[in-house]
């Protein structure tokens, strides 16, 4: 059996968690940071996480993923390939669709996806972390006609503190604390903090 800490040594395996002392996008340093593009980049991980994800769902009839995108797509691909097809189906498989911004910056669908009156969607994201972009997910889904009937993640950093208003699951429950550089206990102990990512924008 698969637990959470073989997860983790996959995530781990691929950098995609990273421990060290950072500075994230919002200013605040922490001792980790995760960048879950790094896993699913294999196409067999992601694959694997896909089919670990979608087994949390297993006891739910689903007729679509939908996943917010960019962080979304690739796993909501992969937990729409490991469900079992709705009856009346094409032959293709559960279809995964994807909402994105528009030119105003407000998420939608677009590329002709639609759903139809009352169907079974679960809403896939890869980490949640306040979670907006799920919120938004199921907001545009539910304006659709359809009905939202789960919402899954990869990673939930929140320390599962986040009010969805469907039920929720994570495969990894992976709480990240953050700290303002004057309270960084970090930089407290003298190590400088780093942005991730930028070893690979200054190379060598
Ligand atoms: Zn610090």
Do not use: N
Not at 67 to 72: R, T, V
Not at 91 to 106: C, L, M, N, Q
Not at 115 to 134: A, C, F, K
């Amino acid at each position: 059996m698969t637990t959470t800490q073989d997860f983790l040594a996959l995530f781990e395996s691929s950098d995609a968690v990273r421990r060290g002392h950072f500075e994230l996008s919002s200013g605040l340093h922490s001792a980790m940071y995760v960048q879950c593009a790094l896993v699913l980049q294999y196409p067999r991980h992601a694959e694997r996480l896909g089919a670990a994800l979608a087994a949390l769902f297993a006891h739910e009839r689903i007729e679509a993923v939908v996943s917010p995108a960019l962080g979304g797509v690739v796993i909501g691909q992969e937990v729409a390939r490991a469900l079992p097809e709705p009856p009346g189906a094409s032959g293709g498989g559960t279809p995964a669709i994807f909402v994105e911004r528009d030119a105003s910056a407000k998420m939608t669908l677009r590329r002709g996806f639609s759903l139809h009156p009352g169907q079974r969607i679960l809403v896939v994201e890869d980490v949640w972390t306040t979670g907006g972009s799920t919120l938004e997910a199921i907001r545009v889904v539910t304006e659709a006609g359809a009905q939202v009937v789960a919402a899954g993640a990869l990673i939930d950093r929140s320390g599962e503190r986040i009010q969805f208003p469907v039920p929720a699951r994570s495969l990894v429950s992976l709480p990240i604390e953050s700290y303002t550089p004057a309270e960084c206990p970090l930089c407290r102990a003298g190590t400088t903090a780093v942005k991730p990512g930028s070893r690979f924008q200054r190379p060598g």
